[in-house]
């Protein structure tokens, strides 16, 4: 219809057809003229057709790569301000330290299994899916928000939300989120290891808190899931799984949650110089604000990282993880400071710069080691020799094995087995980041689900197997054990490296 309806303008161009000329003697007559235009077209109508296509493409091509061009200027466009748009939000969403949901964090080593590489040993550790804040952060929370309410008349714009806010957070246990999540990780961890879990079942631990447990069945139900959806799994599959459960009650021996180095607990609150010293710098300008616009709340610096902390927990409250209203109450750039502000808090409180945070990690390593090597643990820390002394409690011949935990007892784990000894002393009058951290932030350590994976692979063309660690999917290159290209030890030379672990780390400090 286009191309006849482009014949016969053009053929009433040819002829002349819209305007009124007197003719000429000799001149052809307009019918004529009309018989030459129109045997004109008929000539020429596929070259025509084709120039119009070949411009009409052109048009589409530039319109294209214009469009192209602004969306790119707009994704790469750093992110500022308080308005979170969908590109934004996820980087925010990663900005809130332990409270961070699991992302996969960026990795200058692909983590992919090495070609001519089969892995024969894959080891868990996870942290528990989002949950509600703790009880007594809860009850902190709930008064902030009656305070709120009882002493504000003049909710600022963009606060008028919390006006009608009512705080229904429970304590302690896992969201709906929270609870996908750990579904989700057993289905990460069994495509992952699939020529492993198609044939095999993991052995499973959880510390004692609900939580925690709660966290390692719905991992099994999402291993289960993956493996009922193999088609090529024909092994039995008794689910449910059985989950070896660790009290975390005072006085039993925990490698999960370990609570047995005295001197730990009494001076644990005693190395957050740095992390008040950050809140100085960046808090008291975000407590201006929110003066400012809640007027007669006056809040301390304290409270307004407690109306930070409202942003994650909210969040995960929702069961989509649907950004919190709280959220839009600060800008991209002091989500980060608060992630910093965490990460803080991780590192001196239980991780590198704590004295005796890594001591606290020394007897889960050592399982490691034994399940590694296949020889019987060799521990006087916080391991339970009676659990570890049995086969059925303490199995050596499995190839799977998943251990769930919580955040603080990861950062120790983490300073045992060495993983950010590259990382400099955090400091804390400015915010450095994840990357110049050597790859250390809370969110990208231990956020809600977190993972850390052991590998052992055998290679072609090599006697010895290796060993490789990655904490959510980020490679972390291995120390003094000659790491190769992709991160890896020889399993030899990674047992010689844990040291520190194998010599019971500073254990003999708990009880000075």
């Keep these: ?121 894959a080891q868990l550790l996870a942290r528990h899916g989002a949950r509600d804040p703790t009880a007594h952060k809860s009850v902190t929370y709930g008064e902030l928000i009656d305070r709120i309410h009882s002493s504000v008349d003049d909710y600022g714009k963009d606060y008028k939300f919390i006006k009608n806010y009512k705080y229904t957070l429970g304590a302690d246990q896992l969201t709906l989120y929270g609870e996908q999540q750990m579904i989700d990780s057993g289905v990460k961890f069994y495509e992952r290891y699939q020529n492993l879990a198609s044939t095999n079942l993991p052995f499973v631990r959880a510390s004692g808190q609900d939580r925690v447990v709660e966290s390692a069945q719905n991992w099994t139900q999402g291993f289960h899931k993956a493996r009922q959806d193999d088609k090529h799994s024909n092994a039995p599959d008794t689910y449910p799984y059985n989950i070896l459960i660790i009290p975390e009650s005072d006085g039993f021996n925990n490698s999960l949650s370990p609570d047995l180095c005295p001197a730990f607990e009494d001076n644990r609150h005693d190395n957050h110089d740095e992390q008040q010293t950050w809140i100085n710098t960046f ?77 606290q990690g020394v007897g889960f390593v050592n399982e490691l080691v034994a399940r590694l090597t296949g020889e019987p643990v060799v521990d006087h820390t916080t391991t339970n020799s009676t659990l570890d002394g049995s086969e059925s409690t303490f199995p050596l011949d499995r190839v799977l094995y998943a251990d769930f935990s919580h955040d603080n007892d990861m ?30 932030s809370a969110s990208w350590a231990v956020p809600f689900a977190a993972r850390l994976y052991v590998e052992k692979m055998t290679c072609g063309g090599s006697r010895e197997e290796f060993v490789r660690i990655l904490v959510n999917d980020r490679v972390i290159p291995l120390q003094n054990c000659g790491a190769d290209e992709f991160g890896r030890c020889t399993l030899s030379e990674f047992v010689e490296s844990q040291s520190f672990a194998r010599s019971g780390g500073h254990w003999d400090q708990c009880f000075a």
């Design 411 to 440: 950062m120790d784990i983490y300073g045992a087995l060495g993983l950010y000894n590259l990382t400099d002393p955090l400091p804390g009058d400015h915010r450095i980041s994840a990357q110049e951290a050597r790859g250390f």
């Design 1 to 121: 219809m286009v191309f006849t309806d482009l014949k016969r303008q053009l053929t009433a161009f040819a002829a002349g057809s819209q305007h009124k000329y007197t003719l000429v003697p000799g001149n052809a007559t307009r019918h004529q003229a009309r018989k030459r235009a129109a045997s004109w077209v008929d000539r020429n109508i596929t070259a025509v057709r084709l120039a119009m296509c070949a411009i009409l493409a052109i048009v589409v091509i530039l319109f294209s790569m214009s469009l192209m061009y602004v969306m790119r200027s707009i994704s790469s466009a750093p992110c500022s301000g308080f308005a979170h748009d969908r590109r934004c939000r996820k980087e925010v969403s990663r900005s809130w330290g332990q409270y961070s949901s699991s992302f996969s964090v960026p990795s200058k080593i692909s983590a992919s299994i090495p070609d001519g590489c089969e892995v024969n040993f």
């Design 283 to 359: 808090v008291p300008p975000l407590s201006e604000r929110l003066n400012q616009n809640l007027p007669g709340a006056n809040f301390s610096l304290q409270e307004t990282i407690y109306m930070m902390d409202l942003c994650p927990f909210n969040t995960v409250a929702n069961v989509k993880g649907k950004l919190s209203k709280f959220c839009y109450l600060f800008t991209v750039d002091e989500w980060h400071d608060y992630d910093y502000y965490q990460s803080l808090g991780k590192w001196y409180g239980y991780g590198n710069g704590s004295p005796l945070g890594p001591t």
